[in-house]
Structures are given as structure tokens and as C-alpha cells.
């Protein structure tokens, strides 16, 4: 028999390889920074130990956007010599805000109507956003939700809270209103005249000051009559005939029924 060979030391030379990088999780935004699980693959999809590399992680890492990790190799140990830095990516997505709804809403409104809406809810430092869904021209709102009644009709006011600090955009909430017309009474006088023997009266109508809205005008015309003839201090003076009356564009007239005079 003759004697076995002998096989002299054989090297295993590193693998010289361009892995892989898997930064592990999608975040959501929460105020905290963030730091991924990285796991690091070589071109056969074998997984490669830690110890074999260096782990770079931008800083902060908190607001919401993509994150770029780079791999570095440890020279001179393990199984692997890396061909060059590898990197890999991770996000951070916005989170959903708490609901938002609008309050302070008035029960009844009508046209010539001034009021303010506030928004509660949401999350975040996003501005409030408000807008009214109908084109129709009942009702105009500004950025601080102040609602200006322009016409008689339903009319829809929509909100929401922008996106902002790590947060996406928050629900709309709404809120219908109808806005009917103004109730406007004239003021009615009668003038004083000395004792005639007939129940003729000088009767006039005017506006407050503040009830018809804007440049509004509406002419009033009116006639009455004293109930009697006869000569008296604070006589009562029927009214026969006002115009308009009851609804008219946007509001609705109702006039008393007598003055007074001597």
C-alpha cells in the first residue's frame, strides 16, 4: 500500500461581493426618531453577520420623509471585503390626525347674518382651512371662519386642518345651514293737524337705521286714517293701505297695524 498524499494549507480568500441592504419597517410619524433593523445580503442572499460591517444613520431622523442608511465595510475581518459602501433606504410616513369637527354653529341665521365658526380637533400646527361648497351665493366665509350671509337658501361650510409637523391632512367635516330671509318691520308715524271735521290722515313709513343690509333699498308707501273725526291728544290712526308686505327678495315685511297722532 502506498502512503496517503498529503495536501498542503489551501487558502479561502474574503468575498469580495457588492451586497445588498434591507432597511426593515415603514414608520409612522409620532414625534420620535426612528431607527430601522438592517439586514445586509450578499449576492447569493446569504445574510451577513454584523460583526462583518458598519451601520451610518443620518440624523435626526423624526420628520416624515425618506432616510438613506449606508453600509461600510470592516476591513480586514470576517468572510466578506465589500467592492464599495452600500446603502439602503427607510421612511417615515405622516400620521393620520385626530377628527376635527366645527362648533359654535348658530340654530337660526338669516340674510344680513354675521357670524364665526371654530374648528375643534385635528392634530398638529396645519392651519384651518374653510370654504363654503356651494357656488350658489348665499354665504361667504374668510380664513378665520367668519360666515357672511349674502342670500336666502342652504348652504354647505366645509373645514379641515392642512397637513403640517409630521401629520397628513385631517377629514373634512361639514356643516348645512339654511339661511332665511330678514323679518323687517317699517316705522310707522302720523302726523298732528288741527281739527278739520274729517278722518284724513298724513301717515309715513321709514327704515331703521341697520335694517335693511348693505346698499339695500326698499321704498315704502303707506296711507291710514284717524278712527275718528273728532279733535284729541294721541289720537289712533288706522292703517288702510302699506306696501310691500309679507316676503320680498330677501326678506319678509310685516307692518303694525296703527299709529298715532293728535
Given at each position: 500500500?502506498?502512503?496517503?498524499?498529503?495536501?498542503?494549507?489551501?487558502?479561502?480568500?474574503?468575498?469580495?461581493?457588492?451586497?445588498?441592504?434591507?432597511?426593515?419597517?415603514?414608520?409612522?410619524?409620532?414625534?420620535?426618531?426612528?431607527?430601522?433593523?438592517?439586514?445586509?445580503?450578499?449576492?447569493?442572499?446569504?445574510?451577513?453577520?454584523?460583526?462583518?460591517?458598519?451601520?451610518?444613520?443620518?440624523?435626526?431622523?423624526?420628520?416624515?420623509?425618506?432616510?438613506?442608511?449606508?453600509?461600510?465595510?470592516?476591513?480586514?475581518?470576517?468572510?466578506?471585503?465589500?467592492?464599495?459602501?452600500?446603502?439602503?433606504?427607510?421612511?417615515?410616513?405622516?400620521?393620520?390626525?385626530?377628527?376635527?369637527?366645527?362648533?359654535?354653529?348658530?340654530?337660526?341665521?338669516?340674510?344680513?347674518?354675521?357670524?364665526?365658526?371654530?374648528?375643534?380637533?385635528?392634530?398638529?400646527?396645519?392651519?384651518?382651512?374653510?370654504?363654503?361648497?356651494?357656488?350658489?351665493?348665499?354665504?361667504?366665509?374668510?380664513?378665520?371662519?367668519?360666515?357672511?350671509?349674502?342670500?336666502?337658501?342652504?348652504?354647505?361650510?366645509?373645514?379641515?386642518?392642512?397637513?403640517?409637523?409630521?401629520?397628513s391632512r385631517s377629514n373634512t367635516d361639514r356643516a348645512p345651514f339654511f339661511a332665511g330671509p330678514k323679518p323687517v318691520t317699517p316705522v310707522v308715524t302720523a302726523e298732528?293737524?288741527?281739527?278739520?271735521?274729517?278722518?284724513?290722515?298724513?301717515?309715513?313709513?321709514?327704515?331703521?337705521?341697520?335694517?335693511?343690509?348693505?346698499?339695500?333699498?326698499?321704498?315704502?308707501?303707506?296711507?291710514?286714517?284717524?278712527?275718528?273725526?273728532?279733535?284729541?291728544?294721541?289720537?289712533?290712526?288706522?292703517?288702510?293701505?302699506?306696501?310691500?308686505?309679507?316676503?320680498?327678495?330677501?326678506?319678509?315685511?310685516?307692518?303694525?297695524?296703527?299709529?298715532?297722532?293728535?
Amino acid at each position: 500500500d502506498s502512503a496517503p498524499a498529503q495536501i498542503g494549507p489551501v487558502p479561502v480568500s474574503a468575498n469580495i461581493d457588492t451586497p445588498t441592504v434591507l432597511c426593515v419597517g415603514t414608520f409612522q410619524y409620532d414625534g420620535t426618531e426612528k431607527t430601522p433593523t438592517v439586514v445586509v445580503r450578499d449576492s447569493a442572499g446569504r445574510v451577513i453577520p454584523e460583526s462583518e460591517y458598519t451601520v451610518a444613520l443620518p440624523s435626526p431622523r423624526i420628520a416624515v420623509g425618506t432616510y438613506t442608511v449606508t453600509v461600510t465595510d470592516n476591513p480586514g475581518s470576517g468572510n466578506y471585503e465589500f467592492a464599495a459602501s452600500v446603502t439602503g433606504a427607510f421612511e417615515i410616513v405622516a400620521a393620520s390626525q385626530n377628527p376635527l369637527s366645527i362648533t359654535d354653529k348658530p340654530a337660526n341665521i338669516c340674510y344680513g347674518d354675521t357670524f364665526r365658526l371654530s374648528a375643534i380637533g385635528g392634530s398638529g400646527g396645519g392651519a384651518i382651512k374653510w370654504s363654503i361648497a356651494e357656488s350658489t351665493g348665499v354665504a361667504e366665509i374668510d380664513d378665520n371662519g367668519v360666515v357672511k350671509v349674502t342670500g336666502t337658501g342652504g348652504f354647505t361650510v366645509e373645514a379641515y386642518r392642512e397637513a403640517e409637523g409630521g401629520y397628513s391632512r385631517s377629514n373634512t367635516d361639514r356643516a348645512p345651514f339654511f339661511a332665511g330671509p330678514k323679518p323687517v318691520t317699517p316705522v310707522v308715524t302720523a302726523e298732528d293737524k288741527p281739527y278739520d271735521g274729517n278722518k284724513n290722515a298724513t301717515v309715513k313709513a321709514a327704515w331703521r337705521s341697520g335694517d335693511l343690509v348693505g346698499t339695500d333699498t326698499i321704498a315704502l308707501t303707506v296711507a291710514g286714517e284717524f278712527v275718528t273725526a273728532d279733535a284729541g291728544t294721541g289720537k289712533q290712526v288706522k292703517i288702510t293701505s302699506k306696501s310691500p308686505e309679507g316676503a320680498f327678495g330677501n326678506y319678509v315685511i310685516t307692518w303694525t297695524e296703527s299709529a298715532a297722532a293728535s
